[in-house]
């Protein structure tokens, strides 16, 4: 492996480590980066599962158990969740396509256009997109707050349960968002490992185009991480009384919220590292994030933050509504952090994929070429060398030739079309296809200085 990315920090580069990468390195980079991990892949489950619940159980609080108003609130967040998920599954297949038709040729951009949505599809998505969250917030509004729960503790704060439900709502679109692309990039990656190698090779930039998310689930999981910690805060601060919590409990949770964040955001790099280092085979010795001590003091460091808030807000709040507020908050500030540092990480080894990934070709070319001739001449379409449309085009070409004035070899696969029969000379003039690749080989050797074909 000749790539190595920054363990010792986000951007930590040795000399080995800012070597180009080979077509195999940056194919085997880009499908780990798509696919993530499985730990990834289960939160994201159990994050939208805890966020259905946390909202169900927060409306039966909100409304006293009151069947019309908490069955409409119900409906409405369902109404969210599916349209969250049909307009992230929309807008990844807009990016796609429209990553696809702005590398592709002609002749097959026809095929991506099937893949592109409509401008009536868009339309409808995003209209009914913003139905739904118009629903939401039209079903709080028809709420009636009263004190049943808070009894003995303060009259009920209707701030509090708008915080709650703005909380709740963005909860489950930071969830939703999430889980649809785990589950598409999961099942693609898969799909892509099990494509040919040369297919592999010309969707390499379609695939790359797709790991840094679209522009609406960064939007999301950037909203979602901002907004978490904040709300919480100003109802901790601005609407809970001293005589529900002093001022010292108040900056003791929001000590221990800060310290969540924190510490999310490290074990989640951690776990990147660990996952990155078992594809590039990496020791202890070439990286610290994979000693044992430091991962030791990361996962019980991350483990504290998460045990010592719950604990605090069960011990400390004596109301129902403000406990079941104060935990809605942490754990979705938790989840929101560990999906934007997993959106953080991606955007930092894409952008060290794009950077190191092969751009002519070059020697890794020639040394296949030198290993295999024969199947590599076999696999490139003439015509498309000459349009610059093949798997090898413009970098097989390179390569052939690079490796042909560096070394001086003959290879066979190359120079056994020289030479005709006798009865085929007056033939060779008369083929253009075969005039045009006699004449596509020969202006590269002038060109690069090389032997003539």
């Given amino acids: 492996m000749s790539a190595l990315w920054g363990y010792g920090g986000w951007g930590a580069q040795s000399e080995q480590q800012k070597m180009t990468m080979t077509f195999d390195d940056a194919i085997d980079a880009a499908m780990d980066l798509l696919r993530g991990s499985i730990v990834n892949y289960i939160i994201c489950f159990m994050a939208i599962l805890t966020c259905i619940g946390f909202t169900f159980v927060g409306f039966i609080l909100m409304t006293n158990g009151s069947g019309s108003s908490c069955g409409m609130l119900i409906v409405t967040i369902f109404f969210l969740i599916a349209q969250a998920g049909t307009l992230a599954k929309t807008s990844r297949d807009f990016k796609l396509a429209s990553v696809a038709l702005k590398e592709s040729t002609t002749a097959q951009s026809i095929e991506f256009q099937f893949l592109r949505p409509t401008r009536l599809q868009l339309f409808q998505v995003s209209l009914f997109m913003l139905l739904s969250i118009t629903a939401c917030i039209y079903s709080l509004t028809q709420v009636q707050l009263t004190d049943k729960h808070s009894a003995g503790t303060g009259s009920k704060s209707a701030e509090e349960w708008y915080g709650f439900a703005a909380l709740a709502m963005l909860w489950v679109l930071d969830s939703t968002y999430c889980l649809t692309r785990a589950v598409h990039d999961r099942r693609d990656a898969i799909a892509w490992a099990k494509s040919e190698k040369e297919s592999r090779v010309k969707q390499l930039k379609y695939v790359m185009g ?106 400390m709040v004596r109301s129902t509504d ?81 490796a042909i004035n560096m070394h001086g070899m003959h290879i066979p696969g190359l120079h056994q079309h020289q030479q005709l029969p006798p009865h085929q000379e007056n033939k060779k003039e008369e083929n253009p296809i075969w005039d045009g690749v006699t004449h596509g080989f020969q202006g590269l050797a002038d060109a690069l200085g090389g032997t003539r074909v």
């Avoid at 939007?219 to 601060?237: D, R």
């Avoid at 809970?240 to 919220?257: A, C, M, N, P």
């Avoid at 930092?348 to 030198?370: C, I, N, S, T, W």
């Fill in 322 to 402: 403000h406990c079941f507020f104060l935990l809605t908050g942490f754990i979705m500030s938790t989840i929101a952090t560990w999906n934007l540092a997993n959106v953080v990480r991606d955007r930092h080894e894409l952008a060290v994929l794009k950077e190191r990934m092969p751009q002519g070709g070059g020697l890794e070319q020639a040394r296949d070429l030198f290993r295999h001739p024969e199947q590599i001449l076999q696999q490139a379409d003439p015509l498309a060398m000459l349009k610059g449309q093949g798997a090898y085009a413009a970098h097989g070409q390179e390569a052939q030739h690079h």
């Fill in 210 to 315: 797709m790991c840094g998310g679209t522009l609406d689930y960064n939007f999301i999981v950037w909203l979602s991480f901002l907004a978490s910690p904040v709300i919480t805060m100003l109802c901790v601060w601005a609407v809970f009384s001293e005589t529900e919590l002093s001022v010292e409990r108040k900056g003791l949770l929001s000590i221990t919220l800060l310290y969540n964040i924190a510490s999310t955001y490290h074990v989640v790099k951690l776990l990147r590292d660990r996952r990155q280092a078992r594809r590039l085979k990496l020791s202890s010795t070439q990286s610290s994030s994979l000693q044992l001590p430091f991962q030791l003091m990361v996962t019980v460091n991350f483990l504290i933050s998460v045990i010592v808030p719950i604990g605090c807000i069960i011990g």
